[in-house]
């Protein structure tokens, strides 16, 4: 079975800092990535996926992520953050072998001051 | 894009009885829907996988008698609580598989169901 590992847990920064999420996950097969974020009171919106292909990808809103398969990392990135990403952002893996139903990381809570 | 709807957004109850909850995919048909629990600060729990006319498949540790899930449509499943007790309070969220994305097997959220048990 797979699993996932967001080791920040809490994360706070200054507007105009840059971000990066660091996210890991253990399955030897052929997986599908996604960053999801959870504005407060709101639900679950994704911010970005990768299946295949280019193992940079573009999400919404100024966020990127990065595939790196030999690291088993898909790590979440945004090179200066405003107020208005304050928010919890949770990685997800899903696979072939676990039916695609995906794993879920414990999330990181990001505050961003102004 | 795809939009998933829940129904009620929250609900208080009080300690001994039943809630249902609607989840419902509203453009497009989902063979499979999935039910999570939410505790504060913390991430997605599955509890069960709903497929279309079959019965769901429940997580470990999950009391499939205490969680009924029913999906009797290609857009509508149903999570029902019975017997609440307050720690059932949770925010319990459902996600939908687009049939025609299949190969994808991307997820889409509902808003979440917030219920208080008294």
């Known amino acids: 079975a797979q699993s996932v590992s967001q080791h920040n847990h809490h994360v706070i920064l200054s507007e105009a800092a840059s971000l990066e999420l660091g996210c890991n996950y253990s399955?030897?097969?052929?997986?599908?990535l996604f960053w999801y974020v959870q504005y407060p009171g709101q639900h679950l919106q994704l911010l970005l996926k990768?299946?295949?292909?280019?193992?940079l990808v573009k999400g919404i809103k100024g966020f990127e992520a990065e595939f790196i398969k030999s690291k088993f990392s898909f790590n979440l990135r945004k090179p200066s953050v405003q107020w208005s990403d304050t928010a919890e952002y949770f990685c997800a893996v899903n696979a072939s072998g676990g039916s695609y139903i995906p794993t879920f990381g414990r999330g990181t809570s990001l505050i961003v001051h102004p | 894009g795809a939009v998933v709807s829940q129904h009620p957004s929250w609900v208080i109850c009080k300690s001994g009885t039943s809630v249902k909850i609607e989840c419902r995919s509203l453009d497009f048909q989902a063979t499979t829907m999935f039910w999570y629990r939410q505790f504060p600060k913390q991430s997605l729990m599955l509890m069960a996988t709903s497929n279309e006319g079959s019965k769901a498949t429940y997580e470990q540790g999950v009391e499939k008698d205490k969680f009924l899930i029913n999906h009797a449509s290609l857009t509508l499943s149903t999570l029902t609580v019975t017997s609440a007790h307050p720690e059932d309070s949770s925010f319990y969220i459902c996600s939908a598989r687009d049939l025609k994305l299949r190969e994808n097997y991307e997820q889409y959220f509902g808003p979440g169901t917030r219920l208080t048990v008294t």
């Open positions: 399955y030897g097969g052929t997986v599908n």
């Open positions: 990768y299946f295949s292909g280019d193992p």
